[in-house]
């Protein structure tokens, strides 16, 4: 874990932290809207909830991490390319410095994200307008996926002492570091409890439906 320095808030908190956080927002708003759009409007709280978080994931997936894996393979790395996307990659990097480095182990888990994770939300979205109880498997085979994502990101770094995490300003700790991460755990966790009962309730009755035949 670096150093802490001392810095003004001017010098944390840049337009490029406003505009980088504006485009979450703006994602969850789309999310937001297109579940509007797909969802019928007698649709569960539960399977709305989902819904947004899914479309939110997926847009978060291809868009932000998209760029990211785009800067950071072929030789490319985000601290020495330019345009608009580079520079919220190393506003992020400035928190974790492996971000920056095109870090392989990073790089090999976006891979994943962005190729995997991406395509995977949008057929459960598919699943979820069409009311089809299958995206139940499918939910916990991506939140698994994403908490073991989220894990292998961090515990390399917790077991080597954090040298790549600068944790000296709220902004960077608390908003980047801790918010934009434990989201892709609690979320995900919630999901999986919700799809078990799903799934947990439909086996049980079959077995009963059977034994009783």
């Not at 569960?44 to 989902?50: K, P, Q």
């Not at 139940?136 to 002492?161: D, N, Q, R, S």
Request: glycine share 6%; aromatic share 16%; hydrophobic share 50%.
């Amino acid at each position: 874990m670096s150093v802490p320095v001392s810095k003004s808030l001017a010098d944390i908190f840049t337009l490029t932290s406003a505009y980088s956080l504006g485009g979450v927002v703006l994602v969850g708003t789309v999310a937001t809207f297109l579940a509007r759009v797909y969802l019928p409007s007698n649709s569960r709280s539960v399977d709305r909830y989902t819904f947004i978080w899914l479309a939110f994931d997926a847009l978060i997936h291809f868009s932000f991490e998209g760029s990211f894996l785009y800067l950071s393979v072929f030789g490319r790395q985000v601290n020495t390319s330019t345009g608009p996307f580079a520079a919220m990659w190393r506003e992020y990097a400035a928190a974790d410095f492996r971000w920056g480095t095109a870090d392989p182990t990073v790089v090999s888990l976006e891979l994943l994200t962005v190729l995997g994770a991406g395509p995977l939300c949008c057929y459960i979205l598919h699943l979820l307008a069409l009311s089809d109880p299958a995206r139940h498997y499918w939910i916990v085979v991506l939140c698994t996926a994403e908490i073991y994502g989220g894990w292998m990101t961090f515990c390399p770094e917790w077991l080597t002492g954090s040298p790549n995490l600068d944790t000296s300003n709220p902004l960077y700790l608390w908003v980047y570091l801790f918010f934009m991460n434990i989201i892709w755990v609690v979320i995900p966790i919630a999901l999986m409890i919700d799809s078990y009962g799903h799934i947990a309730r439909a086996l049980r009755a079959s077995s009963t439906k059977l034994k009783a035949n």
